[in-house]
């Protein structure tokens, strides 16, 4: 079962991505949640289709290039979760720095 910092990393992603309807670059993404680029990358991935193991991943966000930057956006069922979630839950971005893992390890599912 996920952490109680990581289940609000996972929010703060998502209310994130939801304000930025065409996407988000990743080094954005990093320095809006307070979080290093490879608890990103593994957040990302844990949310996006690909399998992790043999479970697939909600396919929330997806990933894409633009020239050469990567951006982040929420897919339809991505949107539909941002908007499921209760808002007293969800942590303003301007305290997405508090969330930081204190080890550099994956989100687990659960």
Do not use: N
Not at 36 to 44: A, E, G, K, N
Not at 97 to 108: E, G, I, M, R
């Amino acid at each position: 079962m996920p952490s109680s910092a990581e289940e609000a990393l996972l929010e703060a992603l998502l209310v994130e991505l939801a304000a930025a309807p065409d996407g988000t670059s990743l080094p954005r993404l990093c320095k809006r949640l307070g979080v290093r680029m490879s608890v990103l990358l593994r957040t990302l991935a844990y949310l996006g289709d690909d399998a992790i193991g043999d479970t697939h991943g909600p396919g929330w966000v997806r990933t894409f290039e633009d020239g050469e930057r990567t951006l982040a956006q929420l897919t339809d069922a991505g949107r539909a979760m941002a908007r499921s979630l209760d808002a007293a839950e969800i942590l303003p971005a301007s305290h997405a720095s508090d969330l930081q893992p204190d080890v550099d390890a994956p989100p687990t599912r659960g």
